[in-house]
């Protein structure tokens, strides 16, 4: 006889018998007639976003453009964000604001690793053509995508109020805002979809010399200008290209005409200036707009918009842009030479002033007015009162 291994726990079969509970007719086979035979599982189809449909990516894709205005939208359908279009690599400052000089330095010391992509906008994803979403929806599916750490980074946006976002931009030094309707398909090409509102930074500078023109234009070609410091320093502020109509360029070249003079004693920043430039007495002054300062104590953007009068050259002063940017000392080269002389950097806010020019002339005091020479003032008091009508463009 076999025995059973005590050490095994004991085994069980049980069988149901037919007794005076059992309910006649409820075998297996009337049971799943009763219930009924549990029903197939449907596959569901996600979407990434509303609106997307099948579709395989493309060769290439044609960008949506977007065009500048001279203010913000009104309405609650807009959105706000950084004013890229597609996607970008920046590098930032201090302050989180993008510096295009940073990102020219970066990538010409192949130092890639200290800059940022920001991610605005998601076309196609995984077989599914986006294009046909709102905006707003690509925009949630991109932000799932990743957790946005690291060199990646998305492009965060504002609901509504485009007038106050863009007064914010331009007090934290932004160039500008993108304004874009939040519930708008993907379209290429450029429409009223996308807006590029810039902030716009005014200044009255002192106009210090001028290039040649180029191509067919005639006249010159830029309006170089600058700044004094609140210590009297003069600053080189950058070339001003466009916004002139074709009669300001006739008739400012001859006022530049009447006043040449040597490359005036100054600070610069950034790369060296333009060999071609034609200096001239610093007797005339302009008001430009502007996108932003380039980092480098120069304008981005610059537009000639007229001629200013009723304040000597001397009162043109502002704190110096760019601080932290060094500035190289510029001064006029010694009689008989044509050599330009450069300094070492110095501190852009120094105590101490550049050498006086090579002149018995002193310098005027900041706020002291130079004698005025009639015939040059005359004539820029009569182009002034026409400039109002001239052309402006970006």
Partial sequence: MHRRDPRKPEAWFLIKCHDEHAWKGMGAPEIERETGTPPK??????????????GTLPDSQAPQLCTLVT????GEEWLSER???????????????????GLQAALKARRDDTLLFYAFDLLHLDGWDLRPCALVDRKAALQRRSDWNGMLRFSEHVMGSPAEVHKNAGELGLEG?????????????????????ECGNREELVVLGWTPPTGSRHGFGSLHVGYHDPEGRLHYAGGVGSGYAARDLTEFKALLDRIPSKPPDMLRSGEPLDPTIAWV???LMIEVQFAAWSGAGRMRHAVFLGISEGKAVQDVVRE???????????????????KRIWHSAVPPRAKHPLP???????RPEPGAREPARPATIAAAKALARRTPSSAMSS
């Fill in 177 to 197: 805002i993108m304004c874009k309707r939040a519930g708008d398909p993907y379209r290429a090409g450029r429409g009223g979809s996308w807006l590029k509102v």
């Fill in 356 to 362: 006086a020019p090579a002149s018995d002339k002193k």
């Fill in 281 to 283: 007495r610093p007797e």
């Fill in 41 to 54: 599982r449907k596959k569901v189809r996600t979407t990434p976003a509303p609106g997307a449909v099948r």
């Fill in 320 to 338: 110096v842009a760019d601080p932290t940017s060094k500035r190289d000392g510029f001064v006029s080269p010694a009689p008989g030479s044509s």
């Fill in 83 to 101: 004013p890229c279009s597609t996607e970008e690599l920046v590098a930032l400052r201090p302050n989180g604001v993008s510096s295009f000089p």
């Fill in 71 to 74: 203010a913000a939208p009104a």
